[in-house]
């Protein structure tokens, strides 16, 4: 069974530039999670989709992130205009459905560098 | 709200030695804990984790973690250290309501030949 891949794995942008991230998920896995990890600290939860709508985002800077998840499967996050605080590694997760979201399963991470 | 207390923010032993991870959590409901590994560059893959019946939880790789509730603990251990288990590893509990994650600070397991 493939795993969530991520592209791109790492990526240098400079301040005020927007950058994108892709997500594949797991085959059939309805949820999707979008996580920030910041140099030495623990993931942080950014948004939460079911399928293609949106369950938790309250943690998502609205004012320069945005994420979608169009068909339920695929999703990008997007960073518009990117801030030095930024830099961190973008990391997406899915699982089966709320039922069975504790099992989440992480791709790779995206490492973001702001200058 | 649920939160995690990772107490270390780097452990070290030496190859063969104990390895013992703290974590301690506040939940207002019934916990659900895990344990993640993130090795360099890397996603984090579960170690184990906890939901309902035996508070002795068995994992990958010979870790094994035990909910204790009255200390609201659930710390990671195994026997005898490998090189290769050097890696950050990060306590989580699942959130009430959406059943997202919240994760502790991490702890740098590193392991001296």
């Known amino acids: 069974e493939a795993g969530v891949a991520q592209s791109p794995r790492y990526k240098i942008i400079e301040k005020r530039q927007s950058v994108a991230f892709w997500c594949n998920p797991i085959s059939g896995h309805a949820t999707l999670y979008w996580y920030q990890q910041i140099l030495g600290q623990g993931p942080k939860l950014l948004i939460q989709?079911?399928?293609?709508?949106?369950?938790?985002d309250s943690q998502l800077p609205k004012d320069r992130f945005s994420a979608e998840r169009l068909k339920g499967v695929d999703s990008t996050l997007k960073i518009q205009p990117a801030k030095l605080e930024d830099s961190a590694v973008y990391l997406c997760?899915?699982?089966?459905?709320?039922?069975?979201?504790?099992?989440?399963?992480f791709g790779p991470g995206t490492r973001l560098t702001v200058t | 709200a649920q939160s995690v207390t990772q107490l270390g923010s780097h452990v070290s032993v030496s190859e063969g030695a104990l390895v013992l991870l703290r974590c301690n959590y506040s939940s207002s409901v019934p916990p659900y804990l895990f344990w993640y590994v993130q090795y360099p560059n890397q996603g984090l893959q579960l170690l184990l984790k906890?939901?309902?019946?035996?508070?002795l939880v068995k994992g990958i790789n010979g870790f094994e973690a035990e909910f204790k509730k009255s200390e609201t603990s659930f710390h990671l251990t195994k026997p005898s250290a490998h090189m290769s288990d050097a890696a950050e590893y990060f306590c989580?509990?699942?959130?009430?309501?959406?059943?997202?994650?919240?994760f502790g600070k991490g702890t740098m397991l590193l392991v001296s030949p």
């Open positions: 906890y939901t309902t019946g035996a508070t």
């Open positions: 997760a899915s699982s089966e459905g709320q039922a069975h979201s504790y099992e989440q399963y």
């Open positions: 989709f079911q399928n293609n709508g949106v369950v938790d």
């Open positions: 989580a509990v699942l959130n009430s309501g959406y059943s997202t994650l919240t």
